[in-house]
């Protein structure tokens, strides 16, 4: 049976997971989604060559989840440095595989003479869309912090209305750390008269390396109080992550206190950091999908 993401009760609970660099075997991967799909997530992502990891597995383990796990699975796709025939190759692979769901993207510019046919995330989603109608459901990225190209906020939220205009169904969010800026950003995408779903991108942070390259990554405003328990616990590798996991899911749970639409976790393949996080979480999210359900 094909799982449809957009029949599943709110607040949503997905998970991204990357596929192994270089030639390395699917085992591990598949190890961590088994782990994964014991905490019922409503979709599991996969990476498409982020971080240096392969793009040949992307849809390989896309529909593993989908087929062999029942849960539904979305593949990210790239445009960059892609033609359309490329793109139109993966979609093929994909159709033929019984994976419906994509997360639309550009995929990050070293410089300009990347860009190959498509030049925004947007040309790839009338791609699809034009090409391929409902076949498949798109999925788009949104960024809380505006993306780190952008001239401003206004700017952002302007390509993301076009992007969202072409038939996306739901945004995820690039992660950030601070709800206070998300539920206010959120305000201004309501009031730019989009609708899509917002799923909150959370990534639990696991050691003081992590949190420096992220931010050099994407930009996201680090809190006060993360930056004290990275100072005080970072030099100890346990320590550093029992505090991530809390603030994760402490930050989860205000969110949705906050009734967000869906939370997104960027597992960084670590089922263990997952299921600590989960445990921390599950009764608010059960309880919040009940009241969703009954009210
Ligand atoms: P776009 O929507 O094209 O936006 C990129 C920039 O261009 C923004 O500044 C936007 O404001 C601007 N823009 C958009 N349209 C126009 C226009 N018409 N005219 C002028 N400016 C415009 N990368 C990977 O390589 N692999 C992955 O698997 C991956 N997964 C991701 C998952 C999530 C949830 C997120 C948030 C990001 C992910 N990324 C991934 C990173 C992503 O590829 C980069 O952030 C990339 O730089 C932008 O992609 P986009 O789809 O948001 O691009």
Known sequence: MMENFFTKPA?????????????????????????????????????????????????EIASGIQNKYHVCGVAHLTCVGSTR???????????????????????????????GEFHHASELIEFIKGEYGDDFDVFAAC???????????????????????????????????????????????????????IIAGIMPITSAAQISKVVEMCGASVPERVRRFVNAYGHHAGAVKEAGIAYA?????????????GIHLYTMNQADTVRRIDAGIRSVLYTKRYEISHN
């Open 143 to 197: 960024y809380p912090e505006k993306h780190p190209e952008a001239d401003s906020v206004e700017d952002d939220l302007k390509h993301l209305k076009e992007k969202c205009k072409l038939g996306v169904k739901a945004l995820i969010s690039q992660l950030f750390f601070d709800n206070d800026i998300f539920s206010n950003w959120k305000e201004r995408v309501r009031d730019m008269g989009i609708t899509q779903p």
């Open 249 to 261: 899911a402490e930050q989860i749970i205000d969110l949705l206190a906050r009734d967000v639409e």
């Open 11 to 59: 607040p949503s609970y997905t998970f991204e997971i990357f596929p192994p660099k270089g030639n390395k075997s699917l085992e591990g991967t598949y190890a961590v989604i088994d782990s994964l799909v014991s905490f019922n997530p409503d979709l599991i992502s996969v990476t498409y060559g982020a971080g240096g990891s392969s793009r040949d597995n992307t849809v």
């Open 85 to 115: 025939e490329n793109i139109r190759g993966i979609l093929e692979q994909l159709k033929a595989n019984n994976v419906k769901n994509i997360l639309a993207l550009r995929g990050d510019l070293k410089d300009e003479s990347d860009l």
